[in-house]
């Protein structure tokens, strides 16, 4: 409760020691020091109650003590720290750039290659910060499913959504490369970079991966790229009269080109057979790709004095009004 209040001068508290003392000395030493009269008798006095100025002749002595307690309070001067942080960050732009084409339906990675590419890309969103993160989709045509956005609940809206069949089959890498540079061409943050996920042979669009891979360079663009798909073949559902159906069907990626694309521009080229290693692929991007962030702390004082001050002023106010007053002495 306290933590947030401290003394600007301490050492005044010291003299908190000399309350007890006048204390004390108006409460029990002068008390003790009454001058004896001699009565010939008290039985008469035993029945005269006392007066309110009897009853309040100490209050001058309380407000001299709460005007001396209050006096030092002020004088150590009270403070409440107001800590402020001020960060400034350097965000990243990044764009996933997801192959939806029929061939990542193949389950060599559980449940498919798509929703596990999902699955990853929605793991890597939750552990940005500060970051802008959208997300192009390709086969045989590629489009913007969401551009660059620093509000990632909508982001994953559009990573759950991602599914085959909305454009026309086929896998245009080139494309689905240019598509994301358009996006982060005009961007004036110091890193960009591409994430791109695919499974196949670039064999459609008017642009090869590598001709895109020189553009990204232009605009100084990273691109890390991810083959995904075991080796050798996988199975592939197909739906027949009689129900789901798996034909093992060949894996064909071109890694040779995707390792040309990332060299080129500065990324690096991943090989993702299962779903674990996908999963620590992008642990392993998002671990190489971090916002930078500075952070200068400073704290603010601000002065309380003014409060024991105030009370020490009213007290001093009300002990000379009621002692050179209604309690003043008659000589």
Request: positive net charge.
């Amino acid at each position: 409760m306290f933590e947030n209040y401290n003394f600007a001068n301490p050492l005044f508290l010291i003299l908190l020691l000399v309350v007890p003392i006048i204390v004390y000395w108006f409460f029990f030493y002068k008390k003790n020091k009454v001058t004896a009269i001699d009565y010939p008798t008290l039985k008469n006095l035993e029945v005269i109650p006392l007066t309110l100025r009897e009853k309040i002749k100490n209050l001058p002595n309380i407000l001299r003590i709460l005007v001396i307690l209050f006096a030092i309070l002020a004088l150590a001067r009270p403070q409440s720290k107001i800590k402020s942080e001020v960060v400034k960050t350097e965000g990243i732009d990044i764009i996933l750039a997801i192959d939806i084409s029929a061939s990542m339906l193949a389950e060599d990675l559980k449940p498919n290659r798509i929703e596990a590419a999902k699955k990853v890309g929605q793991q890597f969103v939750t552990q940005r910060m500060n970051d802008r993160i959208g997300l192009v989709v390709f086969s045989g045509e590629s489009f913007t499913q969401c551009p660059l956005t620093i509000d990632y609940n909508i982001l994953q809206n559009s990573i759950q959504n991602i599914k085959h069949g909305v454009v026309e089959d086929g896998t245009a890498i080139g494309l689905g490369i240019a598509n994301s540079i358009n996006r982060l061409k005009e961007s004036k943050s110091k890193s960009k970079v591409i994430i791109l996920l695919t499974d196949g042979v670039n064999n459609r669009g008017e642009i090869d991966p590598l001709t895109a891979a020189e553009i990204a360079l232009q605009f100084g663009i990273k691109i890390y790229t991810v083959a995904t798909g075991t080796f050798g073949t996988a199975p592939y559902p197909i739906e027949t009269p009689f129900g789901k159906q798996y034909q093992m069907v060949p894996v064909e990626i071109d890694e040779k080109t995707l390792r040309q694309v990332s060299n080129r521009t500065g990324g690096k080229f991943y090989r993702a057979t299962k779903y674990s290693e996908l999963k620590n692929i992008y642990s392993e991007i998002d671990k190489l790709e971090k916002t930078k962030i500075n952070v200068r702390s400073y704290t603010r004082h601000k002065d309380l004095f003014y409060f024991p001050l105030s009370l020490c002023l009213v007290f001093l106010f009300l002990e000379l009004t009621i002692s050179q007053t209604y309690l003043k002495r008659i000589p």
